[in-house]
């Protein structure tokens, strides 16, 4: 398996382990927003990475891996404030906190060689058109 197809598969265990997660966290009116908004980031992320695989162009791919990264951001951000507020399973809620935070950084990271790749590519295409 390469390293794409990995962290596809870790953006999904990611959100499936969040669910199950939330399964923990008793019901409340302080609880039900913030799990359906954790629910929503935690799956969007991995299907905006999953979305960007398939994207025709380096700047789509750019633009979802951010979206990609923007929603794994607000997921660690809910996710302390469970780990704060020691909702439903502790030891869970510490593992997600710490996933989400690598996440993060894996994505952060690919979108950095992406901005990099791309600055690149505009700058041949300048020299390009420089000698045409």
């Known amino acids: 398996m390469n390293n794409k197809n990995d962290l596809c598969e870790r953006l ?3 959100a499936v382990d969040v669910i199950l997660y939330l399964r923990t ?3 409340s009116i302080e609880t039900m927003d913030i799990k359906r908004q954790l629910i929503k980031a935690s799956t969007s992320s991995g299907a905006n990475y999953e979305e ?3 994207s025709p162009t380096k700047p789509d791919v750019k633009t979802k891996i951010g979206i990609s990264l923007k929603e794994m951001r607000e997921s660690n951000y809910f996710l302390r404030i ?3 507020l020691k909702l439903g399973d502790v030891e869970k ?3 997600l906190v710490q996933e989400s935070s690598e996440l993060k950084l894996i994505l952060a990271s690919i979108l950095n060689k992406l ?3 791309l600055f690149f590519l505009n700058f041949l295409n300048s ?3 420089l000698w045409t």
């Open 115 to 117: 901005g990099i790749l």
């Open 12 to 14: 999904l265990t990611f």
């Open 127 to 129: 020299l390009f058109r």
């Open 93 to 95: 809620s510490n593992y």
């Open 25 to 27: 966290v008793k019901n």
């Open 82 to 84: 469970h780990r704060q």
């Open 52 to 54: 960007s695989q398939g």
